[in-house]
């Protein structure tokens, strides 16, 4: 029994399945994140979480408690929403508030409550403000904040650094990450940014077409992805998928990391030309066109000139390949 | 801003089509406005001259405040139009609530139903109202009249108002909902303010023909106790001589009222307070 269970959650908007069956189980004080690209169903799940949507079938507990049929506001959660969806005529003190003011609390407790929520995000000084005057990253912050107020059980975040700028997102990400070590708390987030995943989670849900691909810890899926799907989905740049025939391999497709190719300008296993070169400064991304196996991404550490157009030669380390069959599962060693 | 871009020719060229509708707009009112204050034969020997020393006259003011109970027929009208209007806004935005935020079976059905009374004129049905009328002894009250402009009002307010619904953030309803607010809670707390300017867009094209309306008011409340202005002002347009100077007094006076609602909506309009809500 777990903070979050799972059991056969299915939902169907008329004809068209949306979840198509998830079991899933996520323990207490955890940080799970759903992770997928566009229209895989993630904030589906969520919501149904959320007591937003009813599931077409199957059971949700929070808790050990089936909540199916109880209202969002009884489920002991609280959710954070991209748009940060702030109440407008309310000041962030009363926005932080509301949730216990609904639920009858004293009005000294609700102060203390947020004011203690405050500090944790170093809301003071914005407290007696209306969200119109704050700015995208306070904002995203208040609504944190007003989940923090309520003590629930289960966070939900539903993409909540989307509508940040990168330096805020990677300042909000660290937050929430300390955050959820300070609390303690069972946390749910969803996102279809990979290194959010990999940065915030205990434990990975690669989702697709709504169900789910794979779950486990963040080096578990990418040490060990079962199928392509989660071996490209998971790790920037994503994956090379080459052709394993052509390499006279046994298996379908050979899949390598963009890091686990040796690049080389005199000699190699697969010749090619470079089509594009980025360099970030820490690492080098080379873009190689081969004949064969069309356009393989290389990275490398440190700087190094590589021009347009020149030959180079990639060797991919064998002892670093998946492989994968024709259907795209993973061929374990020696099956 | 877009503003700062457009070229200075462009906006006079766009000031000068508005000023030019808005002259036209106002002309007829205009000539009512100076009329008024004008004797009998100056209105028709120069119909567009200014009142002068000699031609003023509040002759028709003082007719219209002595004939008949004018102020009377300003609050029955007074009445009429803002209950009609309180039952439109409120029937109305409840159902473009429902229609836009609940998922139920025969929803686009309902929607398309009740949008079908903006393209049937209610006129259509007057017999059967006044029979509908009799038969309920609504005959010669205000409530008649409420009614038929709550139903005469809702189609157009349900339309404009569902859109309108449509566009608030799905994220702060449910916000609300995870909150703890009833859904009456997240309608009127939530969802009303954000559309307060398309509620008063709706409240000014209902209140214009409702205050305006002479059809209803004449069949089904004639009664002297429950006239309207409209109504009212009439016993000065006879079949064979028509007491101009009180006519046009009694239509000024009508515009005031009506003037003071739309300012009133109007500042609705053009105050947002969507702002900083969602993104």
Known sequence: ?335 | MAQARISAGRSIAAHAVLITYTLIALFPVFVILINSFKSRKAIFAEPLALPTRETFDLIGYTTVLKQGDFFGYFQNSMIVTVASLFFVLLFGAMAAFALSEYRFRGNLLTGLYLALGIMIPIRLGTVAILELMVASGLVNTLMALILVYTAQGLPLAVFILSEFMKQVSDDLKNAGRVDGLSEYTIFFRLVLPLVRPAMATVAVFTMIPIWNDLWFPLILAPAESVKTITLGSQVFIGQFVTNWNAVLAALSLAILPVLVLYLIFSRQLIRGITAGAVK
């Open chain 1, 1 to 335: 029994m777990g903070a979050l269970t799972l059991t056969g959650v299915t939902k169907s908007f008329g004809t068209v399945n949306v979840i198509k069956g998830v079991d899933l189980t996520v323990q207490e004080g955890e940080f799970c994140v759903f992770v997928g690209p566009s229209g895989c169903g993630k904030s589906t799940l969520l919501r149904i979480i959320a007591g937003l949507e009813d599931a077409t079938a199957g059971e949700v507990a929070i808790n050990g408690r089936r909540v199916n049929e109880v209202a969002p506001a009884r489920r002991e959660i609280a959710m954070v929403f991209q748009s940060y969806a702030l109440y407008p005529h309310l000041t962030v003190r009363d926005n932080m508030g509301l949730a216990l003011k609904q639920a009858g609390v004293a009005r000294a407790d609700i102060t203390a409550s947020v004011d203690r929520a405050a500090d944790m995000l170093a809301l003071g000084p914005l407290l007696d403000r209306r969200p119109a005057e704050l700015s995208g990253g306070q904002r995203q912050r208040v609504a944190i904040g007003r989940a923090i107020v309520r003590r629930p059980r289960l966070f939900l975040f539903d993409e909540p650094l989307s509508n940040l700028d990168a330096a805020l997102r990677v300042a909000t990400r660290i937050e929430i990450a300390r955050l959820h070590r300070q609390l303690g708390a069972t946390m749910i987030y969803v996102t279809h940014d990979q290194i959010e995943a990999m940065t915030l989670a205990d434990r990975i849900v690669v989702l697709r077409a709504g169900k789910v691909e794979q779950v486990g810890a963040p080096m578990e899926l990418y040490n060990n992805p079962v199928n392509t799907f989660v071996a490209g989905f998971i790790g920037s740049p994503q994956m090379n998928f080459l052709k394993a025939g052509a390499l006279g391999m046994r298996s379908d497709t050979m899949g390598v990391r963009p890091e686990h190719i040796a690049l080389s300008r005199d000699s190699g296993q697969i010749a090619g030309t470079v089509s594009h070169v980025e360099k970030l400064g820490g690492e080098t991304l080379v873009y190689v066109n081969t004949p064969t196996q069309g356009l393989l991404t290389v990275r490398l550490f440190g700087e190094h000139d590589y021009a347009v157009d020149e030959t180079a030669y990639l060797t991919p380390d064998p002892a670093r390949a998946f492989h994968f069959d024709a259907d795209g599962l993973r061929l374990r060693q020696g099956g």
